[in-house]
């Protein structure tokens, strides 16, 4: 089995009142399996993008164990903040293109 090319797959967000991620439901990569559900908050999400961690938003497929149905890749802009969002051009809006809000 081949090793993914992505490092962790997020599949629900919640937000601040602002429109700021809160926090999201989180698969991590751990060699060729990858863990349960995990709830990491958005210090914790921005740590693991600046390392270069290759985070896309997806879900799993029901009854296929570590196979995803992978959409857009997670990217950090810098600017005045850190904006999280999985579109080139963010502005100052943070956003997460079809994930669902848990």
Known sequence: MARSKYDGVIEAVRY???NRIS??????????AFSDRIIIDRAELVERLVKGKRIVTGRR??????????????????????????????????????????
């Open 61 to 102: 497929k029901i009854f296929w164990g570590n196979n995803f149905e992978t959409g857009q890749r997670v990217l950090l802009h810098n600017g005045k903040t850190e904006i999280i969002s999985t579109e080139e051009l963010a502005g100052e809006k943070e956003h997460l293109t079809g994930i669902p809000v848990f």
């Open 16 to 18: 601040f009142p602002d």
């Open 23 to 32: 926090q999201v439901r989180f698969y991590e990569t751990r060699r060729l």
